[in-house]
């Protein structure tokens, strides 16, 4: 049934340099990257840490801050710090060589069902069949699937499917050309089904259905929180910045002194924890910039403060190093704060 859909993908697919390879290395690292990120914004990554770290080995050898610094803008940080602790493993542990089984390949860190198959397939041409995002689609609307794709029984249902579907004979030309499908195609919005090849056979096609599915529970509200950041200034002309060793976002960037409030911060605010923490100020705390930043689950107001110090207390001693304003572009640091360094700093 799916036999219209590798023929167009010949004629139509994108010439993507993951896509030319059987090496596992270079596939797992574009898979990694592309979870949560579009193609085209992942590709200048990929090619970025290609040339930095040819080999896995050499990714596995690489310094943290390093790497963080080269995957900053990208998001998810997780992402990188997963992607270390495997490519350490297979360095350390398997002498430099990936898994060549579905079943190894899983129990690496960071590589889920999606994951573990894609690399098995397009690396080893194993018949392990692709469900991301886009083979949820096309499979929800040509069998016309009503089950919410975020749901527990989804997975076995659609798992199930696309494994019955699955090409044995050619499964890493099978999943590059559904999921290629899914992404040029049969998008989520305003899909070009006049030129589908299998519209005669889709059954939201035929329902008009199309824009309805697939179905997907809405996500939780995400979160408000409320970011004060404060840039302490001295004589030096260095300001003090500390590495996030909390767990949740952002663990293991580079940020300035953070207060996090339960509503908008403000100038008293300051105040008093600085009184508080025995800092000595000249003047006032001046905001110096205000912004929005939206994560999945979290929506975060930051506001920016500049404190003139008449000296530096014991506290902004221990734990924070101190740094000229324009090395601070060598540190990995939110996209948040990337943007507030470059508008305001630099």
Same mark, same amino acid.
């Given at each position: 049934?799916?036999?219209?859909?590798?023929?167009?993908?010949?004629?139509?697919?994108?010439?993507?340099?993951?896509?030319?390879?059987?090496?596992?290395y270079p596939i797992w690292l574009s898979e990694i990257i592309l979870?949560?990120?579009?193609?085209?914004?992942?590709?200048?990554?990929?090619?970025?840490?290609?040339?930095?770290?040819?080999?896995?080995?050499?990714?596995?050898?690489?310094?943290?801050?390093?790497?963080?610094?080269?995957?900053? *803008?990208? &998001?998810? @940080?997780?992402? %990188? $710090?997963?992607?270390?602790?495997?490519?350490? #493993?297979? +360095?350390?542990? =398997?002498? /430099?060589?990936?898994?060549?089984?579905?079943?190894?390949?899983?129990?690496?860190? *960071?590589? &889920?069902? @999606?994951?573990? %198959? $894609?690399?098995?397939?397009?690396?080893?041409? #194993?018949? +392990?069949?692709? =469900?991301? /995002?886009?083979?949820?689609?096309?499979?929800?609307?040509?069998?016309?699937?009503?089950?919410?794709?975020?749901?527990?029984? %989804?997975?076995?249902?659609?798992?199930?499917?696309?494994?019955?579907?699955?090409?044995?004979?050619?499964?890493?030309?099978?999943?590059?050309?559904?999921?290629?499908?899914?992404?040029?195609?049969?998008?989520?919005?305003?899909?070009?089904?006049?030129?589908?090849?299998?519209?005669?056979?889709?059954?939201?096609?035929?329902?008009?259905?199309?824009?309805?599915?697939?179905?997907?529970?809405?996500?939780?509200?995400?979160?408000?929180?409320?970011?004060?950041?404060?840039?302490?200034?001295?004589?030096?002309?260095?300001?003090?910045?500390?590495?996030?060793?909390?767990?949740?976002?952002?663990?293991?960037?580079?940020?300035?002194?953070?207060?996090?409030?339960?509503?908008?911060?403000?100038?008293?605010?300051?105040?008093?924890?600085?009184?508080?923490?025995?800092?000595?100020?000249?003047?006032?705390?001046?905001?110096?910039?205000?912004?929005?930043?939206?994560?999945?689950?979290?929506?975060?107001?930051?506001?920016?403060?500049?404190?003139?110090?008449?000296?530096?207390?014991?506290?902004?001693?221990?734990?924070?190093?101190?740094?000229?304003?324009?090395?601070?572009?060598?540190?990995?640091?939110?996209?948040?704060?990337?943007?507030?360094?470059?508008?305001?700093?630099?």
């Amino acid at each position: 049934m799916l036999h219209p859909i590798i023929t167009w993908y010949l004629q139509h697919k994108r010439d993507l340099p993951w896509r030319n390879t059987t090496n596992p290395y270079p596939i797992w690292l574009s898979e990694i990257i592309l979870q949560q990120t579009r193609v085209e914004q992942g590709l200048p990554y990929y090619q970025k840490f290609l040339q930095h770290y040819p080999t896995v080995s050499d990714l596995a050898l690489a310094d943290d801050d390093d790497v963080f610094k080269l995957w900053q *803008g990208l &998001g998810y @940080y997780n992402r %990188a $710090a997963n992607m270390l602790r495997t490519a350490r #493993l297979i +360095h350390h542990n =398997l002498n /430099g060589k990936f898994p060549d089984t579905y079943d190894g390949l899983i129990k690496l860190k *960071g590589i &889920g069902p @999606y994951t573990a %198959a $894609a690399i098995a397939s397009f690396a080893y041409n #194993l018949p +392990h069949a692709v =469900l991301d /995002g886009n083979v949820y689609r096309v499979l929800s609307r040509l069998f016309g699937i009503e089950e919410p794709i975020n749901t527990h029984s %989804a997975k076995g249902i659609f798992s199930n499917l696309a494994n019955e579907l699955l090409n044995t004979d050619h499964p890493a030309l099978h999943n590059q050309a559904i999921m290629e499908f899914g992404a040029l195609l049969c998008k989520p919005k305003s899909p070009d089904c006049g030129n589908c090849p299998v519209r005669i056979s889709c059954v939201a096609y035929k329902n008009n259905k199309v824009n309805q599915l697939p179905v997907k529970i809405p996500k939780r509200k995400p979160v408000d929180r409320y970011f004060n950041y404060i840039i302490y200034t001295d004589t030096s002309g260095k300001i003090p910045i500390r590495q996030r060793v909390e767990s949740g976002i952002w663990n293991k960037l580079y940020e300035f002194p953070l207060i996090e409030s339960d509503a908008d911060g403000t100038v008293q605010f300051i105040e008093t924890h600085e009184k508080l923490n025995g800092v000595k100020i000249i003047g006032s705390p001046q905001q110096i910039f205000k912004t929005k930043h939206q994560l999945t689950h979290q929506t975060i107001y930051a506001t920016f403060w500049e404190l003139q110090l008449k000296q530096i207390p014991n506290w902004l001693k221990e734990g924070f190093i101190w740094v000229d304003k324009l090395d601070i572009q060598q540190y990995p640091v939110p996209r948040l704060l990337d943007r507030f360094i470059h508008a305001i700093l630099l």
